[in-house]
């Protein structure tokens, strides 16, 4: 069974400029999540799906990030205008459903902005 | 807001030891804790899960524990290996499934 696929592993960006970050989820998990980690510190949750609708996007700072999920599949985390303070890790997990805890991470997408 | 913290934020230590990675949060009211494995440039693999009813969990050399009323878990790994050198970190998984992350210890079992 395929895990939680995302791409591009690693993008090298300037600042003001814009990035995209995709994620398949795995087969059969309606729930997805996105993440972001900085240097030495845990991920913080940015925005919860629930099939193609965004439960909980508390987190995403929507002046500039916005996602989505068109058809409940993969998803697209968008940056624009991206900044130096974005340079993280993105990583993005699935779950079965809305009453699994157990989360499965993908490999994530490493953010350079220069 | 929850608040969890790991210590210490580096450990090295000599193969074949045991050691004790700690957990701490501030907010008691929590469904479950959940140990994660993080390799560089890799995702986070899931360890061991603890509901909020369970004391402990184990996994081959691996035991993790909860005290909810004290705020604190512990993962106890026995005669460490090289192949475990990663960071690890904890988790508390509140409502809707949020998880809140702690910082991660980065562990080094020398050969």
């Known amino acids: 069974e395929a895990g939680v696929v995302q791409s591009p592993r690693y993008k090298i960006i300037e600042k003001k400029q814009p990035v995209a970050f995709w994620c398949n989820p795995i087969s059969g998990h309606n729930t997805l999540y996105w993440y972001r980690q900085n240097l030495g510190q845990g991920p913080e949750l940015l925005i919860r799906?629930?099939?193609?609708?965004?439960?909980?996007d508390s987190q995403l700072p929507k002046d500039r990030f916005s996602a989505e999920r068109l058809k409940g599949v993969d998803s697209t985390l968008k940056i624009q205008p991206a900044e130096l303070g974005d340079s993280a890790v993105y990583l993005c997990?699935?779950?079965?459903?809305?009453?699994?805890?157990?989360?499965?991470f993908g490999p994530g997408t490493r953010l350079t902005v220069t | 807001k929850q608040e969890v913290t790991q210590i210490p934020a580096a450990l090295s230590v000599p193969e074949g030891e045991n050691l004790v990675l700690n957990c701490s949060f501030t907010?008691?009211?929590?469904?479950?804790l959940q140990w994660f494995r993080q390799d560089p440039g890799k995702g986070l693999t899931s360890l061991l899960l603890i509901q909020s009813s369970q004391r402990e969990q184990t996994s081959g050399r691996l035991n993790a524990s909860l005290d909810k009323s004290s705020g604190r878990s512990t993962l106890y790994i026995a005669a460490s290996q090289p192949g475990d050198s990663a960071t690890y970190l904890c988790?508390?998984?509140?409502?809707?499934?949020?998880?809140?992350f702690g910082q991660g210890t980065r562990l080094t079992i020398n050969p």
């Open positions: 907010d008691s009211a929590i469904y479950n």
């Open positions: 988790a508390v998984i509140e409502g809707a499934q949020k998880l809140v």
């Open positions: 799906y629930e099939n193609e609708e965004a439960v909980d």
């Open positions: 997990a699935s779950s079965l459903d809305s009453h699994s805890y157990e989360q499965y």
